[in-house]
């Protein structure tokens, strides 16, 4: 075994492999996915519920390819998006290589943390704990921290982070290569995501969306875009897209006084989706309700969410 691994070595073969990052709700890990990739990929929002899907992006570099896995947050469920966000994040315990699990930088391990805890101990697959957001808190309170998450589960490795700032990324990469096994990579070497265009267009418009709106409306919200085509030349794009949402009153305040809100989310979304497409976008947004669709099946699955196996 070990002499396969040294000629497997010696004869500059590639590691290639799976990592999943999970975690609470907001504790960062779309931020810094975006990061180790090197572009904005995933959306982010200070508002929970932001990662609905499982995204996979692409890191390549000489040593071989990261594929990573984006997880919505495990959190306990309340509707039927709500289980198959949580299902979706599970399950891709037993599909990877290595495990990062993202968390606060904070000694109170509360229920939500422990369920993950419990979770983890079911498979065999390594864990690395990143503790996120070190930029907050200072060295010796994140010793008392790293010494309270050895008590609950025993890490392959932990490394403190800041993903805002970009601080120790270069580690985390070093990381999850020692976990890799050799083979060849899975994807060709300039493919950074396996979302469809249209899908990275929806979730621009619901990031905008996020950042934007009041509390309670975001959770309610998705967004299905009817016409994407792209002019001859190859120099503009035509995109219609509908915001839905779950009340009438919601529909009144995403769309705002003589149409600002709505003009404010599209204006947001439009810069994001030319930078995307390198080219300029007509966009056209409308909004619909459609009351209680994360109670359904049908809709869900609508609105881009694969309930397979679920």
Same mark, same amino acid.
């Given at each position: 075994?070990?002499?396969? !691994?040294? #000629? ?38 200070? *508002? $929970? ?15 071989? %390819? ?16 709500? #289980?198959?966000?949580?299902? &979706? ?15 606060? $930088? ?16 079911? &498979? ?13 808190? *200072? ?20 490394? $403190?982070?800041?993903? !805002? ?18 083979? $060849? ?11 469809? %265009? ?16 009041? #509390? ?63 080219? %300029? ?25 694969? *309930?397979?196996?679920?």
């Amino acid at each position: 075994m070990n002499q396969n !691994l040294e #000629e497997l070595k010696s004869s500059g073969n590639k590691k290639s492999g799976f990592a999943t990052l999970i975690g609470r709700p907001n504790v960062g890990k779309s931020t810094l996915m975006n990061h180790l990739i090197g572009q904005k990929i995933a959306i982010t929002s200070s *508002k $929970p519920q932001t990662t609905r899907n499982r995204i996979q992006t692409v890191y390549t570099c000489d040593r071989g %390819q990261i594929v990573f896995l984006d997880t919505p947050g495990i959190h306990k469920a309340k509707n039927k998006l709500g #289980e198959y966000m949580v299902t &979706v994040a599970e399950r891709t315990f037993q599909d990877v290589d290595v495990i990062l699990w993202l968390v606060e $930088p904070t000694t109170f391990i509360g229920a939500g943390e422990r369920h993950i805890a419990e979770q983890l101990k079911k &498979v065999r697959t390594p864990v690395v704990l990143v503790i996120n957001k070190i930029d907050t808190v *200072k060295k010796e309170e994140l010793l008392k921290i790293i010494d309270v998450y050895r008590r609950i589960y025993d890490f392959a490795d932990i490394i $403190p982070a800041s993903a !805002l700032r970009g601080q120790h990324m270069d580690d985390i990469i070093d990381t999850i290569f020692r976990y890799l096994p050799y083979g $060849p990579m899975f994807y060709d070497e300039d493919t950074v995501t396996d979302q469809p %265009q249209r899908q990275i267009v929806a979730e621009m418009i619901r990031e905008k969306a996020l950042r934007s709106l009041d #509390e309670e409306i975001p959770h309610g919200i998705a967004v299905a875009i009817d016409r994407m085509t792209e002019r001859k030349g190859g120099r503009m794009y035509d995109i219609d897209a509908t915001i839905i949402c779950e009340r009438d009153s919601h529909k009144g305040i995403i769309i705002g006084k003589g149409g600002a809100m709505l003009k404010k989310i599209g204006s947001a979304a439009r810069r994001d989706m030319e930078d995307m497409l390198e080219a %300029q976008v007509n966009l056209k947004l409308w909004v619909k309700v459609k009351k209680d669709w994360r109670d359904s099946d049908f809709l869900i699955k609508n609105f881009g969410y694969d *309930k397979k196996e679920i």
